[in-house]
């Protein structure tokens, strides 16, 4: 069905049946739940502080005793936040965080997998991107400077792409 179509469809309808078609899909599926909550209860901190908490846990759990260092937990988080439309620093910060924390567990790991630092070069280029894109790349320069001087400091094998990107910014 067209957006127009639902459109032409929902004009149809009276009030009161558009009102239990949406309690009727807040009840079915559990993405318009979490929107609907977020859309009256919008608690960004609340969100950042869980997203920052299950980054953490994913480098160093306090359940388990090895760590699973997925990046893709954070890029989850990343994406249900762009969909809810958090605002634009809390997201950009969760991005970041996402990286310091790989870099803080770096240090104190070896990791031979070179796919690892690839992945991070990908989230650090998608967060400049991001922060380009709105407007806010002046309020992170600082770290972005940071996480480049700790790729370069431990040695990262693709440290020179990290600082390519951030002379680019520079210019």
Do not use: C
Not at 61 to 85: C, E
Not at 128 to 143: A, N, P, T, Y
């Amino acid at each position: 069905m067209s957006k127009r179509d639902l459109k032409k469809y929902l004009t149809e309808l009276s009030k009161e049946q558009i009102q239990e078609q949406i309690l009727e899909l807040y009840a079915k599926f559990p993405d318009v739940k979490i929107y609907y909550d977020f859309v009256f209860n919008p608690n960004e901190e609340k969100l950042q502080r869980e997203a920052k908490i299950k980054i953490s846990n994913e480098y160093f759990p306090t359940k388990s005793k090895r760590p699973k260092a997925r990046r893709s937990t954070s890029q989850k988080i990343i994406k249900h936040f762009l969909s809810l439309g958090v605002d634009a620093f809390v997201t950009a910060d969760v991005m970041l965080y996402t990286i310091e924390i790989a870099q803080v567990f770096s240090e104190s790991n070896r990791i031979n997998n070179e796919a690892f630092y690839k992945s991070f070069l990908n989230s650090f280029n998608q967060s400049v991107s991001f922060m380009i894109e709105k407007g806010i790349l002046d309020d992170f320069k600082i770290r972005l400077h940071n996480i480049v001087s700790l790729t370069i400091k431990q040695k990262w094998p693709n440290q020179y792409e990290f600082n390519a990107i951030l002379e680019r910014l520079d210019y």
